[in-house]
T-cell receptor
Framework: DVKVTQSSRYLVKRTGEKVFLECVQD?????MFWYRQDPGLGLRLIYFSYDVKMKEKGDIPEGYSVSREKKERFSLILESASTNQTSMYLC????????????FGPGTRLTVT | RKEVEQDPGPFNVPEGATVAFNCTYSNSASQSFFWYRQDCRKEPKLLMS???SGNEDGRFTAQLNRASQYISLLIRDSKLSDSATYLC??????????FGAGTRLTVKP
């Protein structure tokens, strides 16, 4: 059974803080993704990684960076948190190749005050 | 214009009803298609893939019309446990999955 875990379910941070969101998958998936989900907008891709140390920008990378030092772990970093980054953050993983299912973690609800 | 558009609902139906959701996508080069289900405060999970010939999984039927760039999901004999948000998902290439904003369904006793 695929498992994707995220480091926190709920997080409250102050404006300007550096924020780390961690994601770990246990199925040896090549691809890992970070999305944010906001009401009425659906899931929007922030960054994805198709291999260790490889990353590609998604649709909304501004204000975010990522790190993938090990295959099973993909971190999302908010360099200087802002209130417009208050959102639900979802990590996902999948096998490489066309049309494979993405498996999601439980999400982190981040509030920036 | 959003790349994947869905009616946000909410759809409120009685148990046993048949309900249909529609989804349109704008990229004619899209290659694969899915419906995901997301329960309240939970992560999305794959419900079913959508094939050109149409496919059925129990009470759920998915159809794809490539010419019209349209995907549908039909749920027959609705159960209370079907209450959730249904996400239409379109895959343009290996890593480019586009999610609709979701259609919320509430099945009432």
């Amino acid at each position: 059974d695929v498992k994707v875990t995220q480091s926190s379910r709920y997080l409250v941070k102050r404006t300007g803080e550096k924020v780390f969101l961690e994601c770990v998958q246990d199925m040896d998936h090549e691809n890992m993704f970070w999305y944010r989900q906001d009401p009425g907008l659906g899931l929007r891709l922030i960054y994805f990684s198709y291999d260790v140390k490889m990353k590609e920008k998604g649709d909304i990378p501004e204000g975010y960076s990522v790190s993938r030092e090990k295959k099973e772990r993909f971190s999302l970093i908010l360099e200087s948190a802002s209130t417009n980054q208050t959102s639900m953050y979802l990590c996902a993983s999948s096998l490489a190749g066309q049309g494979y299912e993405q498996y999601f973690g439980p999400g982190t609800r981040l509030t920036v005050t | 214009r959003k790349e994947v558009e869905q009616d946000p609902g909410p759809f409120n139906v009685p148990e046993g009803a048949t309900v249909a959701f529609n989804c349109t996508y704008s990229n004619s080069a899209s290659q694969s298609f899915f419906w995901y289900r997301q329960d309240c405060r939970k992560e999305p999970k794959l419900l079913m893939s959508v094939y050109s010939s149409g496919n059925e999984d129990g009470r759920f039927t998915a159809q794809l019309n490539r010419a019209s760039q349209y995907i549908s999901l039909l749920i027959r004999d609705s159960k209370l446990s079907d209450s959730a948000t249904y996400l239409c998902v379109v895959n343009n290439n290996n890593n480019d999955m586009r999610f609709g904003a979701g259609t919320r369904l509430t099945v009432k006793p």
